[in-house]
C-alpha cells in the first residue's frame, strides 16, 4: 500500500492540473453555477416586484439542493467517472502513464481523487453562492448554516459514490455513457419514487436518507426531495455508499490493472 | 539459428483439460449468432410481448390511473379515439422526444466530434465537396433517423385508419392531418440534426457531445420547471426544447396547447437554435484548424 | 551476450487472428533492429514488451523480470509510442516535465531534466507552445524527449523517425548511437529499411507473426542460398572481364549493367569469386575502378526472405 502512495500523489497532482486547463471544465463550471443564477434571477424579480418575497430556505432545498442532488453530481460524476479510463483510451494517451513506474490501480485513484477534489470544489461554490444569494437575510441564523453543512456533505458523499460507481462502469463499459444517462435519468431518479424496499437498490436512497428530515407539523423544505421516501437510518446509509464507493473503486483498480489496451495506427 | 524454416512446424504446448469442455462452443456459437443482422431484429422484437405483458401486469394494478384511454378524461377526447390530438400525441409525446434524443445521443453525437478528433476535414474537403455539401450529409444522417420515428409512422397512422376504417373519414372531417403530419416530421428533423450538429461540433470529444446533448435537452426542461414553480408565468415554457415543439405541434394539428404562449414564439426560439447551430457549423467545418 | 531482453515462446492471438507465433529472442545490449512488412507482429510485439499487451503464452521479461503488470521494470525503459497522441491542454515543456514527475523526479529535477531533453531535440524554443499547435515533426522530437529525459538504461522506440525531416533524423541517429556506446539496450521497430541500416546490422525480421531471420545482416545474407551474391564491377573493359570469369564454377551468371562499364556476376562461392577477381586484376588484366555488392544489404535480405 505505501507503495502507492507516491504514483497516487503524482498522479493527482497531474490531473488536478490537467482538469483545470480543459475546455469542458469551463463549462461545467457554467452549470455548477446555475442554480446560483437562478437564485439571483429569483432574488432581482423579489426585489424589483412590490410585495413580493423569496422564501429562500424552501427554494434552497427545492430547486438548488435538488437540481445538485439529482441531477448536477450525477452528470458530472458520469462523465468524469467513465473519462478516467475512457479519455486515455479514446486520447491514446494511456501508453504514456502505462510505461511509468506507476502501478496502473495508482492511475485509477490518483485521477479519481484529483476529479473528485476539482469536482467537490465546483459543486460546493455553486451551493454556497446560492446560499448565500437565497438567505441573504438569515445569514446570522446558525441553524441555516448547518443546513448547508449537511447540504454539501451529502453532496460531497454522493459526488464521491457516483464517481467511483461511474469509474467502475467505465473501466467495465465500451458504452459507458449510455449506461450512465440510463442508470442516473431512469433508475436514480425513478426507483427512489418507489415504495418498499425498491428504493433501497439506489444510491439517491441512501443519500436522500441523509438530508435533514421533514419538519414535523406541516410541510418540511424537503417535502419534494423526501416524496416517499422511507429513509434509511443515516449510519447505516453512509456505511452502504462508503462501502459501494471502496467497492466500486477497489473493482475499477482490479480490472484496470488486468485490461489489455492496444492502439491502432 | 538465424533463419528460421518457415513451412509447418508441430505445436509444441500441451493440451489443457478443460471443466466444461462445451463452453467455448457454446460460447463462439452465441457470438456468431449475434453477427446476423437480423437475429438482432428478431432478438429485439422478441422482447415485446414481454414489455408488453409486464405493462399490462403494471395497468392491472392501477386500473383506475387507465380508465381514461377507453372513457377520455373530462374536457378531452378518449386515447382510443383518432383524432388531431391523437397524433399531436404520438408526435409531440414526451417519451417519442426522449427516445429522439437518445437517438441522437447515440448515433449522432460523433457525428461532427470524430472527424474533428481524426483531423478528417481535410479529407473531405480535398474531394469535390462543398462544406454544405458536408453539412447536409450530415444533417441528412441525422434527419433520417428522426424521419424514420415520426414521417413513417405518421403516414402510416394514417394509411392504417383509412384502411381499417374503410373510408377516408379521417381525410375529410381532418384535412390538415397529412400536411401537419409531414410539417412536423420536418420540423423535428430539422431542429434535431441542426442541435446536434452544434454540439457534436463544438467538441473533439463524442462522449463530451453526447452527455452536453443529452443535457440541454434535459436541463432546458429542467429550468423550465424551477421558474415555472416559482413565478407561475406560461412564458416560461420558451426555455424547454420539449416545451417548444409541443406547442409547434398543437399548432400544426389545430389542438389547443397546453400553455397560453404565442406558438410563434415557440418556433422563433427553435429557429433561433438552428441559426446558431448554422452559424458555429460554418466557423467550425473548416479544412484548417486555426491555432493561437 | 546477457541478454536484457528475453522472450521464451511467446505468442499473442487477438480472437482467432494470430499476432504473434512463439517468438524465443534474446536482445543485449547495443542497438536491435525490428523490422517487418505490415502485418508482420512487429507492434504486437513491441507491446507486449512494453506491457502494454499479455501473452497469451510464453514469457516476456526485462532484466529477468516478467514485464506484465511490473511497472516499477518501467524506471529504468524509456518508450517512444508510434501513435500521434498528446494532452493537447498542456505546453510541451510541461508534458515532459509532468512525464517526469510521474517518473519520481522531484518538481526542480524534473524541470531541470526537461529543459535538457527538450534543448536536446531543439524544442527549447517551443516549451510554452501549447501542444496543439506542434507540427508533425516537433511531436516526434517530444515524444523522443519525453523518452530519454529520464536517462533510462533500455529503450524501446517504435518507429521514432517518424514524420522527421533529414536532418533530424541524422540527429536522431546519432543520440541512439551515443545512447548505444554508452552501453544502452536499444530495441527499434521500423519499416524504413535504411533508417533501420543507418542504425545497425543487428536485426530480427518478423513475418506472419513468427521470427523469419535473426542476426548480422551480412551472416543472414551468407546464409540465402536460395539467391547468388551479386557483385557489380565497373571496369574499362567489362566483356573482358566477363570471359575472364566465366569459366569459374563459382560464376552462376553474369549480365552488363545499363551504364557503361558495369557487369554483374551471380555467385554462390564468394571466396572462390573474389580469389579469381582478385588475382585477374593483379596479373594486370583488368583496370577496375569499382566493385559493390549491390544485393548485400538489408532491403535485399528482406526481399528475398519476405518473397517480394
Not at chain 1, 78 to 93: D, H, Q
Not at chain 2, 122 to 145: C, E, N, S
Not at chain 3, 53 to 66: A, H, N, Q, Y
Not at chain 3, 151 to 174: F, Q, T, Y
Request: proline share 5%; charged share 20%; aromatic share 12%.
Amino acid at each position: 500500500m505505501s507503495g502507492l502512495a507516491r504514483p497516487v500523489r503524482s498522479i493527482f497532482s497531474f490531473y488536478l492540473f490537467l482538469v483545470r486547463r480543459a475546455r469542458r471544465t469551463k463549462a461545467f463550471a457554467l452549470v455548477a453555477l446555475l442554480p446560483a443564477v437562478t437564485a439571483l434571477v429569483i432574488r432581482i424579480n423579489a426585489w424589483l416586484t412590490p410585495g413580493a418575497s423569496v422564501d429562500g430556505p424552501a427554494v434552497f432545498a427545492n430547486m438548488v439542493l435538488t437540481f445538485n442532488l439529482q441531477f448536477l453530481i450525477l452528470v458530472l460524476a458520469l462523465f468524469y467517472g467513465t473519462s478516467i479510463s475512457a479519455e486515455e483510451i479514446e486520447g491514446r494517451t494511456l501508453t504514456y502513464l502505462t510505461t511509468r513506474p506507476v502501478p496502473k490501480a495508482a492511475i485509477i485513484l490518483g485521477k479519481y481523487g484529483a476529479y473528485g477534489v476539482f469536482l467537490g470544489g465546483m459543486v460546493i461554490v455553486g451551493v454556497a453562492a446560492a446560499f448565500a444569494i437565497l438567505e441573504a437575510d438569515r445569514l446570522a441564523d446558525a441553524a441555516e448554516w448547518l443546513v448547508l453543512l449537511r447540504s454539501v456533505a451529502v453532496l460531497a458523499l454522493g459526488l464521491a459514490t457516483y464517481l467511483a460507481f461511474f469509474t467502475l462502469a467505465g473501466v467495465l463499459l465500451r458504452k459507458s455513457i449510455l449506461f450512465g444517462l440510463m442508470f442516473c435519468f431512469g433508475w436514480e431518479n425513478i426507483v427512489p419514487y418507489f415504495p418498499g424496499a425498491t428504493q433501497r437498490l439506489t444510491l439517491m436512497h441512501y443519500l436522500k436518507s441523509l438530508l435533514p428530515p421533514v419538519a414535523t407539523g406541516g410541510e418540511g423544505r424537503f417535502a419534494f426531495l423526501m416524496f416517499k421516501l422511507e429513509p434509511s437510518a443515516p449510519a447505516a446509509a453512509v456505511i452502504t455508499l462508503a462501502a459501494v464507493t471502496a467497492a466500486a473503486l477497489g473493482l475499477a483498480c482490479w480490472a484496470f490493472a488486468r485490461k489489455e489496451y492496444s492502439f491502432e495506427e | 539459428m538465424p533463419i528460421a524454416e518457415q513451412g509447418y512446424t508441430h505445436w509444441g504446448g500441451r493440451f489443457v483439460e478443460r471443466r466444461v469442455p462445451w463452453g467455448p462452443i457454446t460460447r463462439l456459437g452465441v457470438r456468431m449468432a449475434f453477427k446476423r443482422k437480423f437475429f438482432k431484429l428478431a432478438f429485439a422484437l422478441s422482447f415485446m410481448p414481454a414489455v408488453v405483458f409486464a405493462a399490462g401486469i403494471y395497468v392491472s394494478e392501477r386500473l383506475e390511473d387507465f380508465q381514461f384511454m377507453f372513457k377520455g378524461r373530462p374536457g378531452s377526447t378518449s386515447f382510443l379515439e383518432v383524432n388531431p390530438l391523437y397524433f399531436k400525441s404520438y408526435f409531440a409525446g414526451d417519451f417519442l422526444l426522449f427516445m429522439l434524443v437518445m437517438m441522437m445521443v447515440l448515433g449522432g453525437a460523433g457525428l461532427i466530434a470524430d472527424d474533428l478528433r481524426s483531423n478528417s476535414l481535410q479529407l473531405y474537403f480535398a474531394r469535390p465537396i462543398r462544406k454544405r455539401d458536408y453539412l447536409a450529409g450530415k444533417l441528412a444522417t441525422a434527419g433520417a433517423f428522426v424521419l424514420l420515428f415520426t414521417l413513417a409512422p405518421g403516414v402510416l397512422f394514417i394509411l392504417l385508419k383509412i384502411v381499417f376504417a374503410g373510408s377516408f373519414k379521417i381525410l375529410t372531417a381532418y384535412p390538415w392531418i397529412p400536411a401537419a403530419v409531414v410539417l412536423d416530421s420536418l420540423l423535428l428533423a430539422t431542429f434535431f440534426s441542426a442541435y446536434t450538429l452544434l454540439i457534436s461540433s463544438l467538441s473533439k470529444n463524442r462522449r463530451y457531445a453526447a452527455v452536453l446533448l443529452f443535457l440541454g435537452y434535459l436541463f432546458s426542461d429542467l429550468f423550465f420547471g424551477i421558474f415555472y414553480g416559482i413565478f407561475h408565468n406560461p412564458a416560461f415554457c420558451l426555455l424547454s426544447i420539449k416545451a417548444n415543439l409541443q406547442q409547434v405541434a398543437a399548432a400544426l394539428f389545430r389542438v389547443p396547447p397546453a400553455f397560453d404562449v404565442p406558438w410563434l414564439y415557440s418556433l422563433l426560439v427553435l429557429a433561433a437554435i438552428v441559426a446558431a447551430s448554422a452559424a458555429v457549423l460554418a466557423r467550425k467545418t473548416r479544412g484548417v484548424e486555426v491555432i493561437k | 551476450m546477457t541478454a536484457v531482453i528475453r522472450t521464451q515462446g511467446l505468442s499473442k492471438w487477438y480472437g482467432n487472428v494470430l499476432g504473434l507465433s512463439d517468438v524465443t529472442l534474446e536482445i543485449g545490449a547495443g542497438i536491435t533492429g525490428l523490422l517487418g512488412p505490415n502485418g508482420a507482429g512487429k507492434s504486437t510485439f513491441m507491446k507486449l514488451v512494453t506491457g502494454q499487451l499479455k501473452p497469451s503464452l510464453g514469457r516476456v521479461e526485462i532484466l529477468d523480470r516478467p514485464v506484465w503488470n511490473n511497472t516499477a521494470l518501467f524506471a529504468r525503459i524509456g518508450f517512444c509510442p508510434e501513435q500521434d497522441a498528446f494532452y493537447d491542454e498542456l505546453t510541451g515543456g510541461e508534458f515532459v516535465t509532468r512525464l517526469l514527475e510521474l517518473q519520481g523526479f522531484s518538481r526542480a529535477e524534473a524541470e531541470e531534466r526537461a529543459g535538457k531533453a527538450l534543448r536536446f531535440v531543439e524544442l527549447a524554443a517551443e516549451k510554452d507552445r501549447l501542444l496543439r499547435g506542434y507540427s508533425r515533426g516537433m511531436r516526434q522530437r517530444l515524444k523522443i524527449a519525453q523518452t530519454i529525459a529520464h536517462d533510462p538504461d533500455i529503450l524501446i522506440l517504435d518507429e521514432p523517425l517518424n514524420g522527421l525531416d533529414p536532418l533530424s533524423k541524422r540527429k536522431i541517429i546519432r543520440l541512439i548511437r551515443d545512447l548505444r556506446d554508452a552501453g544502452r539496450t536499444i530495441l527499434v521497430s521500423s519499416h524504413v529499411l535504411p533508417e533501420i541500416e543507418a542504425l545497425t546490422r543487428s536485426i530480427v525480421l518478423l513475418h506472419h507473426g513468427k521470427i523469419l531471420a535473426q542476426g548480422d545482416v551480412p551472416y543472414i545474407r551468407e546464409l540465402i542460398d536460395k539467391h547468388p551474391h551479386k557483385v557489380a564491377v565497373t571496369c574499362a573493359d567489362p566483356r573482358t572481364l566477363a570471359a575472364g570469369l566465366l569459366g569459374q564454377p563459382s560464376v552462376l551468371n553474369v549480365q552488363f549493367g545499363p551504364e557503361a562499364g558495369t557487369v554483374v556476376f551471380e555467385t554462390r562461392d564468394r571466396d572462390a569469386f573474389f580469389g579469381r577477381l582478385t588475382r585477374l586484376i593483379a596479373e594486370g588484366a583488368q583496370d577496375v575502378e569499382e566493385i559493390t555488392s549491390p544485393d548485400d544489404n538489408l532491403q535485399a535480405v528482406f526481399d528475398y526472405l519476405v518473397g517480394t
